[in-house]
């Protein structure tokens, strides 16, 4: 019997949260949260979840240093990583990838490019393991 994938969300924003928390729902996904990055470091490492959503504009941390934590350690550095950010220059979403992350989509989250990227990544994974 497979598992269902675990997706790590981190969004500061309770809205944001409350809708992706039940789109994962229709889309078979277990889902953590989490509203600063301190705390996405420490459920990344104790739960290993499949994939990380990382909202960039969280109060704590920057989601870019949240990347770089999670790529400097051995046991979350393999975790896919989706940055999010409200920001549509070109230049942002590149800072994103050149931290560290597989991929980045804007917000408002559009379910479609959700969908995918989630997918893509998950498919990823569970093909590697």
Same mark, same amino acid.
């Given at each position: 019997?497979?598992?269902?994938?675990?997706?790590?969300?981190?969004?500061?924003?309770?809205?944001y949260?409350?809708?992706?928390? $039940?789109?994962?729902?229709?889309?078979?996904?277990?889902?953590?949260?989490?509203?600063?990055?301190i705390?996405? &470091?420490?459920?990344a490492?104790?739960?290993?979840?499949?994939l990380?959503l &990382?909202?960039? $504009?969280?109060? =704590?941390l920057?989601? &870019?240093?949240?990347?770089?934590?999670?790529?400097?350690?051995?046991?979350t550095?393999m975790?896919?990583i989706?940055?999010?950010?409200?920001?549509?220059?070109?230049?942002?979403?590149n800072?994103?990838?050149?931290?560290?992350?597989d =991929?980045?989509?804007?917000?408002?989250?559009?379910h479609?490019q &959700?969908?995918?990227?989630?997918h893509?990544?998950?498919?990823?994974?569970?093909?590697?393991?």
């Amino acid at each position: 019997m497979c598992r269902q994938p675990l997706v790590l969300v981190v969004e500061q924003d309770p809205s944001y949260l409350e809708l992706l928390n $039940s789109y994962f729902k229709l889309l078979n996904v277990s889902c953590i949260c989490a509203k600063q990055g301190i705390r996405a &470091l420490i459920l990344a490492q104790t739960h290993q979840p499949d994939l990380i959503l &990382l909202d960039i $504009s969280i109060s =704590d941390l920057s989601g &870019l240093q949240v990347i770089h934590y999670l790529r400097r350690n051995p046991e979350t550095r393999m975790i896919p990583i989706i940055g999010v950010t409200t920001l549509t220059k070109e230049q942002d979403g590149n800072s994103i990838l050149l931290a560290g992350a597989d =991929d980045c989509i804007t917000k408002p989250y559009h379910h479609h490019q &959700l969908k995918a990227a989630i997918h893509c990544h998950l498919n990823q994974v569970h093909s590697y393991s």
